[in-house]
């Protein structure tokens, strides 16, 4: 009687498979390698490289400076959380043909939407959305302009309809 007793009924549940395990190792390795692509790309998104161009400090003193070189101004618009802009950033404005164009044959001044003092020349262009470019004659006047990002062959492409021999004379 102790045998009947000291057996156990058949099990219900399901045999562990040994196929599970090597489902799980796949799935821990998956989110591992998700979490660095992510990390990497969210790295990639924000890292900005230095640049050469000559920016002016702000707003007025490109005024000035323009007043003085009869050159034409281009102002950028943009926001430390505007992605987009370090994008063009990093594959625009580093870029040595951008920057020996910019130098010779402009005055470039890089404005940041989110900054009070801003808060002029964002209402006397309409600027609504980052990354914008624009590009005015000394005075102020818009000639060129571009919202959103673009790539080096666009800017290019916009800095030649104003100046074309500083373009194609790199």
């Known amino acids: 009687m102790n045998d009947a007793k000291s057996q156990s ?13 090597k489902f799980l190792w796949l799935w821990i390795w998956f989110w591992r390698v998700t979490l660095v692509v992510s990390l990497s790309y969210a790295w990639y998104c924000f890292y900005v490289p230095s640049n050469s161009i000559v920016w ?7 005024q000035h400076q323009a007043a003085q070189s009869g050159k034409p101004i281009i102002l950028f618009f943009t926001g430390k959380w505007c992605v987009p802009c370090r994008i063009m950033k990093r594959n ?6 951008v920057t020996e ?25 309409g600027v609504g959305a980052t990354p914008n470019t624009i590009i005015t004659d000394p005075q102020g006047n818009v000639l060129q302009q571009k919202e959103g990002g673009m790539g080096k062959a666009d800017f290019l492409e916009l800095l030649g309809k104003l100046n074309p021999s500083a373009i194609n004379d790199l």
């Open 92 to 97: 625009v404005w580093a870029d040595e043909q």
């Open 101 to 125: 164009s910019v130098n010779a044959a402009f005055i470039p001044v890089t404005i940041d939407v989110d900054d009070p003092d801003a808060a002029a020349a964002l209402s006397r262009y």
């Open 56 to 62: 002016a400090d702000n707003y007025t003193s490109a």
């Open 9 to 21: 009924p058949p099990s219900t549940e399901p045999a562990s498979r040994p196929d599970q395990g």
